[in-house]
């Protein structure tokens, strides 16, 4: 029992100073104050720690709320801009088949007399450059190649690409205008001058051009000139644009004139095509 007396002793004095507090803090004049301003001493920075930490633990609640909002809109924006690119390629494509069916039309009114048939490059083949490559157009589209019957094949400029070499149940070959194979009686686009041969050089197909001899002495050939098919021959309508001339020179061993022909169809990057059909004669294939 004497070991409880000094804990009573205790709690009867802090009881009687809570006491005395009370009193003196109710109580108006200068104590109340005194004590006051003793208690806010010691309480004050503890409750603003305290309110400190409050306010801490809700601006991290309020800042992981706002950070999820964030990666919501994030999100929402991801999926917006994926939207936009996705119509943008749709938009894209349907100006591509529009520009394709326009030239297919503007190609109809210039070649009245011919099937117009759009094609799309689906392979080439595996060798030298602008070697022959593969178009999805083929027998059961009304193309029948044969030894005396070739097509002229166009890109979407009306520009000269070159002639089908063969053909297959759903697919044919084209043999390019820089083809070692290829050739084409032509002309000057803006001369009356006489008739001239472009044909395909290994010497100068890697450099993407053609070569133009058998020009008779005296024709206005010039560098700059765009040079046609003169529609000799059979194959090739008239007026198909072919190149245009780089240089003119003189060959070294025949000292005949020849000239380097820049093609206006860029046949690496040929996505489509058309194919120009006549079913009224047998084309007469040249070289």
Do not use: W
Not at 25 to 39: E, I, N, Q
């Amino acid at each position: 029992m004497k070991r409880k007396a000094p804990r009573t002793i205790i709690i009867v004095l802090v009881s009687v100073a809570l006491l005395a507090t009370a009193i003196l803090t109710a109580l108006p004049g200068s104590s109340r104050t005194v004590v006051a301003d003793f208690f806010g001493r010691v309480f004050d920075p503890m409750i603003s720690f305290f309110q400190s930490g409050v306010d801490s633990v809700g601006g991290f609640f309020s800042a992981v709320s706002e950070n999820k909002d964030l990666k919501e809109e994030i999100a929402q924006l991801e999926q917006d801009n994926f939207d936009l690119r996705q119509q943008v390629r749709t938009n894209e494509e349907k100006v591509k088949a529009y520009d394709e069916l326009e030239n297919a039309l503007n190609l109809k009114s210039r070649f009245e007399d011919y099937e117009i048939l759009g094609g799309i490059v689906i392979n080439r083949s595996i060798g030298p450059m602008f070697d022959l490559f593969r178009i999805n157009l083929g027998r059961e589209d009304g193309i029948q190649v044969t030894s005396d019957r070739s097509y002229p094949v166009l890109d979407n400029q009306q520009a000269l690409v070159g002639r089908l070499y063969s053909s297959e149940l759903g697919s044919s070959r084209v043999v390019p205008l820089l083809h070692e194979s290829f050739s084409i009686s032509s002309k000057v686009a803006a001369s009356s001058g006489a008739n001239f041969r472009v044909r395909g050089s290994l010497e100068y197909k890697d450099q993407g051009l053609c070569l133009a001899d058998q020009i008779a002495e005296g024709t206005p050939l010039r560098v700059g000139d765009v040079i046609v098919s003169s529609g000799d021959g059979g194959l090739y309508p008239e007026g198909i644009a072919i190149g245009t001339v780089l240089e003119v020179f003189t060959d070294s061993q025949s000292n005949a004139l020849q000239a380097l022909i820049e093609p206006i169809a860029q046949v690496e990057e040929l996505n489509y095509v058309f194919v120009l059909l006549d079913h009224a004669l047998p084309s007469d294939v040249e070289g």
